[in-house]
């Protein structure tokens, strides 16, 4: 059984850090593509970062420059780095795999999900 299990959210003020990880089971994911969403409170969950099959990453415009994607292959985890921190970036953030292609934008193009974790920034 295929589990992706999400941790390292909590509450940090803005302008801090946080690094979330992502521990999948029950199948390696080194070769397909792995992103990171969040939904805020009555909000449409949202893509945040992907990192493709080949490795190379990809980020929305409101994070880029302040969070970095990066994998594991070896403990079949993905990271996502959370610096410069804002209120805005308050969600639960979401772990996702490609089944068997290169990862993408959109919640379709993932067969797994993880369970979520709770990112607060304070003012």
């Known amino acids: 059984q295929v589990q992706l299990v999400e941790s390292g959210g909590g509450l940090v003020q803005a302008g801090g850090s946080l690094r979330l990880s992502c521990a999948a089971s029950g199948r390696t994911f080194s070769s397909v593509g792995m992103g990171w969403f969040r939904q805020a409170p009555g909000k449409e969950r949202e893509f945040v970062a992907v990192i493709w099959k080949n490795g190379l990453p990809y980020y929305a415009d409101s994070v880029k420059g302040r969070f970095t994607i990066s994998r594991d292959n070896a403990k079949n985890t993905v990271y996502l780095q959370m610096n410069s921190l804002k209120p805005a970036d308050t969600a639960v953030y979401y772990c996702?795999?490609?089944?068997?292609?290169?990862?993408?934008?959109?919640?379709?193009?993932?067969?797994?999900w993880g369970q979520g974790t709770q990112v607060t920034v304070s003012s």
């Open positions: 996702a795999a490609d089944g068997a292609g290169w990862g993408g934008t959109r919640l379709s193009e993932y067969d797994y």
